[in-house]
């Protein structure tokens, strides 16, 4: 069964922190995702990556960046966490070949205090 | 440039009920058009796609969604809604060839007994 893994569901963080999300999926996949779903807003692309170390601005990449070391592994950073970016984190991968179809991790629930 | 509306941020049926899911979009280009489910507390999971092909479009889980280019629309419908189906549903489109979609606000659907 194919799987997207995101490593932790939810975290509670203090504002100024750095905080780390580990998204890993089984599927050999290219293109990899960083979303992010607050009510209302649905899904906003932050950052995406097309091939290991590559990496691209999505629509709402400030206050974040991202890593990409192995074709398997994409993490999003948020180098000093603020309030505002309480929300629910969606990791997502996809081949090229098959624009659209994307398979989805269960989601990361950020908190910061 | 893309964009996408969803019409109804709340539906409400009963069980047994058809189910109607409103999307309407923009596109600069032949769009690839998709619809998502979220479940509670789930990743999102692709219902079913448009790509050119069959403007009726069958998905899993007896949706449909049917692609009307003059009316710009791609509405999502179900004969008789089941329980399991309280969830939300995300319409996507993207321009064929590309990777980055472009997601709707989301439709809440409610399925009382």
């Known amino acids: 069964d194919v799987k997207v893994t995101q490593s932790s569901r939810y975290l509670v963080k203090r504002t100024g922190e750095k905080v780390f999300l580990e998204c890993v999926q089984d599927?050999?996949?290219?293109?990899m995702f960083w979303y992010r779903q607050d009510p209302g807003l649905g899904l906003r692309l932050i950052y995406f990556?097309?091939?290991?170390?590559?990496?691209e601005k999505g629509d709402i990449p400030e206050g974040y960046s991202v890593s990409r070391e192995k074709k398997e592994r994409f993490s999003l950073i948020l180098e000093s966490a603020s309030t505002n970016q309480t929300s629910m984190y969606l990791c997502?991968?996809?081949?090229?070949?098959?624009?659209?179809?994307?398979?989805f991790g269960e989601g990361s629930r950020l908190t910061v205090l | 440039a893309q964009s996408v509306t969803q019409l109804d941020s709340h539906v409400s049926v009963s069980e047994g009920t058809p189910v109607l899911l409103r999307c309407n979009y923009s596109s600069s280009y032949s769009p690839s058009l998709f619809w998502y489910v979220q479940h509670p507390n789930k990743g999102l999971q692709l219902l079913l796609k448009y790509t050119s092909a069959a403007t009726l479009v069958k998905g899993i889980n007896g949706f449909e969604a049917e692609f009307k280019k003059s009316e710009t629309s791609f509405h999502l419908t179900k004969p008789s809604a089941h329980m399991s189906d309280a969830a939300e549903y995300f319409c996507?489109?993207?321009?064929?060839?590309?990777?980055?979609?472009?997601f709707g606000k989301g439709t809440m659907l409610l399925v009382s007994p």
């Open positions: 599927m050999d996949h290219e293109n």
């Open positions: 996507v489109v993207t321009p064929s060839g590309y990777s980055t979609l472009t």
């Open positions: 997502a991968s996809s081949f090229p070949r098959e624009a659209g179809e994307l398979f």
């Open positions: 990556s097309y091939d290991v170390k590559m990496k």
